[in-house]
């Protein structure tokens, strides 16, 4: 009986105590519960002032961003208004962004389309404070390029900018290809132009830090460049593109051979030993090939190729010239290329390239003879000149 007392007297205290302990533990979980949901609604108390503030932030970039534009959009209305009385029509200045330094050092030899001379070559060098190396990065995955320049070598620049309704500017220009027969401005990539800004393409060999090298180039070396795009075939490379019959005549301007001297790669040579470091090319050899692609056109002004072989010659500057070589149109200036007289009666002319002075002939048949080459003073500028980093 004492037994069964004590067995009873247990059982109530194990009932007691699990009773207890589950009494327990459901205080403890309705602790932690309300614990959790006070930080729940802490971190969601935080979210929605973080959102209210970030709207407050964009709403303030915003207002910020539209006041920059009603204030430029003021400016520029302004400034329309206070030139409205000289001209109706508004400007647009820009500063070139990078410099050609090009194997041409003079108009005379540069092609007139881009990609005809494979091997001219040339480096275009950005000035950092413009246009950091950081803004060349991708360019080399492109084949070609885009290059937007100025025509800085245009006599007929100042009058154009700071006068122009004295600028005279012509409405049709000698073609080459039609023997100085004129068409409008618009219908040709003549140089002279009421905004004198010239679009031509390239390949793309090198990109490296602020310098990209190029080939096929058609620009004079000094070209201040304003802007450069990347080649897009898909979009660029227009099938069907229709162009006028005198555009697809090339007979005109190509030559029949080009011909050098026996002792023309000697006296290059000769001259290869001071231009070596400085030269765009490995090798005279190079350089060679290099005066063969450019010389299979006729560089020479359409006067200058219309004029009679025997024409009339006169002293000037202390040097020979040919009178009818003197062009008076400005279309054809960027080709005029200098002449004399050899000691047989021959139009002897000039190409310089690189700083050398190329001397040759052309019969009446448009075949070339190359003669010589020689130190030129043409000014040249190279990725060591200083005045490189300053557009």
């Not at 080459?176 to 390239?202: D, Q």
Request: aromatic fraction near 8%.
């Amino acid at each position: 009986m004492a037994a069964s007392s004590e067995t009873l007297a247990l059982s109530k205290w194990g009932v007691i105590s699990i009773t207890l302990t589950l009494a327990t533990l459901s205080v403890s979980t309705a602790i932690y519960v309300y614990s959790w949901t006070k930080k729940s609604r802490q971190v969601n108390l935080k979210l929605q002032q973080l959102e209210v503030s970030l709207k407050a932030c964009s709403d303030k970039c915003a207002a910020e961003r539209q006041g920059r534009i009603r204030a430029q959009q003021d400016l520029r209305k302004a400034l329309l208004q206070s030139k409205s009385e000289k001209s109706e029509w508004t400007s647009y200045p820009m500063s070139p962004i990078a410099t050609i330094q090009s194997c041409f050092s003079t108009r005379n030899g540069a092609p007139r389309q881009p990609l005809l001379v494979p091997l001219a070559r040339a480096t275009l060098v950005f000035d950092s404070a413009q246009a950091p190396p950081a803004s060349l990065e991708g360019l080399e995955e492109y084949s070609h390029c885009w290059i937007l320049y100025v025509f800085h070598l245009n006599t007929d620049l100042e009058k154009l900018w700071k006068h122009p309704s004295r600028s005279k500017f012509k409405a049709k220009v000698r073609v080459p290809r039609l023997k100085g027969e004129k068409k409008g401005v618009f219908a040709t990539r003549s140089p002279h132009r009421p905004c004198p800004i010239g679009l031509t393409v390239a390949k793309v060999e090198e990109v490296k830090g602020n310098m990209v090298q190029l080939s096929g180039i058609d620009l004079v070396d000094g070209t201040p460049v304003l802007d450069i795009k990347p080649y897009l075939p898909y979009c660029d490379n227009i099938e069907g593109a229709k162009v006028p019959k005198w555009v697809e005549v090339d007979d005109l301007i190509s030559v029949a051979s080009v011909n050098f001297a026996d002792g023309f790669f000697t006296s290059l040579t000769d001259c290869w030993t001071n231009l070596e470091r400085k030269s765009l090319y490995g090798s005279p050899n190079e350089f060679k090939n290099l005066i063969r692609q450019v010389l299979s056109w006729d560089i020479r002004s359409v006067s200058q190729r219309n004029a009679p072989h025997d024409s009339q010659l006169i002293q000037q500057n202390g040097s020979t010239i040919n009178n009818s070589d003197v062009s008076n149109h400005p279309e054809d200036e960027s080709n005029e290329s200098s002449m004399d007289l050899s000691s047989n009666g021959d139009k002897i002319y000039h190409l310089i390239l690189e700083g050398l002075n190329v001397a040759y002939k052309i019969d009446c048949e448009s075949n070339v003879y190359v003669h010589t080459v020689t130190s030129s003073n043409a000014v040249r500028r190279y990725p060591t000149d200083p005045q490189l980093n300053v557009v």
